[in-house]
């Protein structure tokens, strides 16, 4: 048997188990909140690999190892921001959202609890919000889609296009099915599965470059540079700050809305920071062993640096093995794809159609309908991933920066600050998210300043939510009881 014969059956056990999750799934979803939360029942430890695995997305397998190996430790800098961001988000913000959205009206979406948090009379942060998740994870699924692409033709030699399709069409079929509980148990494997491949991997390989110190030989003598951490102030404040995407990214936070209580962040923290500081580490090793194999063997070729992680395991691993650890590239792209099309599902069913249509659903109907969204949303994504015209990296920083600018200090402000109104949340959110856009599209190209669109976005949104709040607080006996209870509920759940 070829090579791609044993990736195939690899790929076929890999399908089989991830569909037999999605069916598991979809057995025990019998209502919207089932399907978009799971019942608020999940355990710590699937919190936090949901999250891990949901988060890094093919990122960490092809868009980091890419970026190291073009440009060396200095693209390292975006590890550390979201390794730092992500502790902070578990330590702070998991258990306190997770209690109020409990006592805010039961909350099970990202704009539903910013409308019941503020008591916004007019619906309009909340409509504002789904439009915001629509439109930014539509970019953030066609990335996956890109990684998708990429895997088949750098591993199968296969078309772009039908790579796009078949991961595509697998992981809405799950997700279809499966909703929030599908897309949550299947990045449970699927964390597994990349940790085990981040640690595989870059251990093998130094064993075929000459340990820690041949490595270290070689890239030296190749170019001292790719070792170097530092680098411009503007560059590493732009690459520290994706650590302030994640307060603000609604398929990360809203797994700790679906925990069984606040006393479980705690536990979830040091499993998700755990997981994600060896996944890291794996990656950044993963493409250092690529520049010193490649340098050593010049007849070995890559094409594309994003494709490094893939091409090392096709090299070092019997085919087989190779094959499992190429589902685990698979396992990094659909684990994404999965959570985001949900979320995007919750806003159109849950957020927008409520709002707009006003009509009551059956749990089956509503059901139905968000899988007509996670439909709808995979379709417009897989067009964008055609053109296949941006890095994997860029796609996934406009759509980190969008939430990261609109959402992070709202979600922040609406935990932590008493006099946020809802004019002043729909102020942040529309003028950050314009900002990023903006900034990314228009100011970036032209002055070529280098500033991540999510640092300008960022302070843009936070100034005119506290400015636009000072301006339009009026003190609301309601609010205020929900904002001590959700603060006492937190208090005695996490500690």
């Not at 909340?126 to 890109?146: A, C, E, N």
């Not at 503007?234 to 069984?260: C, D, E, K, N, T």
């Not at 932590?416 to 998210?433: E, N, S």
């Amino acid at each position: 048997m070829d090579k791609l014969g044993y990736y195939y059956i690899a790929l076929a056990i890999y399908f089989a188990l991830m569909l037999g999750i999605g069916y598991y799934a979809w057995r025990r979803t019998k209502n919207l909140d089932d399907y978009l939360l799971a019942g608020r029942d999940l355990k710590p430890g699937v919190a936090a690999l949901s999250a891990g695995a949901s988060d890094m997305s093919g990122w960490l397998l092809l868009g980091l190892p890419g970026a190291i190996y073009v440009s060396g430790l200095s693209e390292a800098w975006i590890a550390v921001g979201l390794t730092i961001g992500a502790y902070l988000n578990w330590q702070f913000v998991a258990p306190r959202l997770r209690s109020y959205t409990q006592v805010a009206n039961d909350s099970i979406t990202v704009p539903s609890f910013f409308d019941n948090r503020l008591k916004d009379p007019t619906h309009s942060v909340r409509l504002v919000s789904g439009i915001v998740i629509l439109v930014f994870f539509t970019f953030y699924v066609s990335s996956g889609m890109v990684s998708g692409g990429k895997f088949f033709e750098s591993s199968f030699q296969g078309d772009y296009v039908w790579g796009v399709v078949i991961v595509g069409g697998i992981t809405v079929l799950y997700t279809l099915f499966g909703g929030f509980m599908g897309a949550t148990f299947t990045d449970v494997a699927q964390g597994l599965l990349m940790l085990a491949a981040l640690i595989t991997v870059p251990i093998v390989g130094l064993t075929q470059v000459g340990g820690f110190g041949g490595m270290i030989s070689t890239i030296e003598a190749a170019d001292p540079q790719l070792l170097v951490w530092s680098g411009s102030f503007i560059g590493i404040v732009s690459a520290l700050s994706w650590g302030l995407g994640y307060f603000g990214q609604p398929h990360i936070i809203v797994r700790f809305m679906a925990l069984r209580s606040p006393r479980d962040a705690r536990a979830g923290k040091w499993i998700g920071i755990g997981w994600m500081v060896v996944s890291v580490v794996g990656a950044i090793f993963t493409a250092l062993v690529g520049v010193a194999y490649f340098q050593d063997n010049p007849d070995a070729s890559l094409e594309d640096p994003e494709t490094v992680f893939l091409v090392l395991s096709q090299i070092f691993f019997h085919p087989l093995v190779a094959g499992f650890v190429l589902a685990a590239v698979l396992a990094a792209i659909m684990s994404t794809i999965s959570s985001q099309l949900v979320v995007c599902s919750s806003a159109l069913v849950e957020d927008l159609y409520h709002l707009v249509v006003r009509r009551k659903l059956s749990p089956q109907q509503g059901v139905n309908l968000g899988r007509a969204g996670v439909l709808i949303v995979a379709i417009v994504a897989a067009v964008i991933a055609f053109s296949r015209n941006d890095s994997i990296l860029d796609l996934v920083g406009f759509a980190w920066s969008g939430f990261g600018a609109a959402f992070g200090p709202i979600v922040l402000l609406s935990l932590f600050w008493r006099k946020l109104t809802w004019q002043g949340a729909l102020a942040g959110i529309v003028l950050g998210a314009a900002t990023v856009f903006i900034w990314a599209k228009v100011i970036e190209p032209a002055a070529n300043i280098g500033l991540f669109e999510i640092v300008p976005g960022f302070i843009v949104c936070t100034v005119a939510a506290v400015v636009v709040s000072l301006l339009t607080f009026r003190s609301d006996p309601e609010i205020e009881k929900t904002y001590d209870d959700a603060r006492l509920l937190a208090k005695s759940g996490a500690v």
